[in-house]
């Protein structure tokens, strides 16, 4: 289970561990489940707890950005360690997808 | 003084391997003492060549997949992950960034530019039907730091 938190229209999601090919699939469907409630617009991943992530984490990113994309929102992202950073941005993400450094600044 | 040294694992062709791959080789890549980031590039390099052996080499069905590693020269540590899946047609544009036979499963196509990216040599051969062989060199900056260090002191 994901941590999560809900405010207005924000969703705040901590995602703790790994986020590998493997891991991806059961975070892609948790993820999918809370954003079913098509009035959740901006959805704000926190990588606090992240310890690993690879280019599976690029497409589960840009997918939930698509699917919040259509409802005029968008994804964020918080406490990203610098390695998970440099494939953030490697892969130009970065232009899409907004990082904050504070939770403050997330929810506000 | 490093000896040379090397290792070998082959395993299912399953993504629980993924991270199974990933732990092996931050272990054999210890002796090094490579640092934090150069251990987190190293598992990332491995755990996107592992994938694309599952993901792409197999697709999916049941196969082996072969880690090798080895260290020379005191500090460069060399990586092979080879399957005997159904191989690559057109390896150039398997490995421009972005391109991916996989947008339906949300595969990036950013597996080769990472192992690009965080390691110093990448070279893919690979066929159909004959599997897929990719080869990666690492050198370990740390050690050579440290060794210069205590010449001077």
Do not use: W
Not at chain 1, 17 to 22: C, K, R, T
Not at chain 1, 37 to 61: A, K, N
Not at chain 2, 34 to 45: F, N, Q, R, S
Request: glycine share 8%.
């Amino acid at each position: 289970m994901l941590r999560s938190i809900r405010d207005g229209d924000k969703l705040l999601v901590g995602l703790d561990g790994e986020l590998d090919h493997f891991c991806a699939q059961s975070i892609r469907r948790e993820l999918d489940s809370q954003l079913a409630d098509p009035t959740i617009r901006q959805l704000i991943l926190d990588f606090s707890g992240l310890t690993f992530m690879d280019s599976s984490g690029i497409g589960v990113i840009l997918g939930r950005y698509r699917i919040l994309r259509e409802r005029g929102g968008g994804v964020s992202v918080i406490h990203m360690n610098d390695h998970i950073a440099r494939i953030f941005h490697m892969s130009g993400m970065g232009k899409v997808i907004r990082q904050l450094d504070r939770k403050q600044e997330a929810v506000r | 003084m490093m000896r040379n040294n090397e290792m070998q694992t082959t395993f299912l062709s399953v993504a629980e391997n993924e991270a199974f791959a990933r732990v092996v080789i931050a272990a054999f890549a210890m002796q090094l003492s490579p640092t934090v980031c150069e251990i987190a590039d190293i598992k990332t390099a491995v755990s996107e060549a592992v994938t694309n052996a599952i993901v792409h080499g197999y697709e999916g069905t049941r196969g082996m997949v072969t880690l090798r590693a080895s260290i020379h020269d005191h500090a460069l540590l060399s990586i092979e992950i080879s399957d005997q899946g159904k191989g690559i047609a057109n390896i150039q544009q398997a490995m421009e960034p972005f391109f991916t036979t996989r947008p339906e499963q949300e595969r990036s196509g950013m597996g080769f530019a990472v192992m690009q990216t965080f390691m110093d040599e990448l070279s893919v051969e690979s066929a159909p039907g004959k599997g897929t062989l990719i080869r990666m060199k690492k050198r370990i900056r740390s050690r050579d730091m440290l060794e210069n260090a205590t010449h001077i002191l």
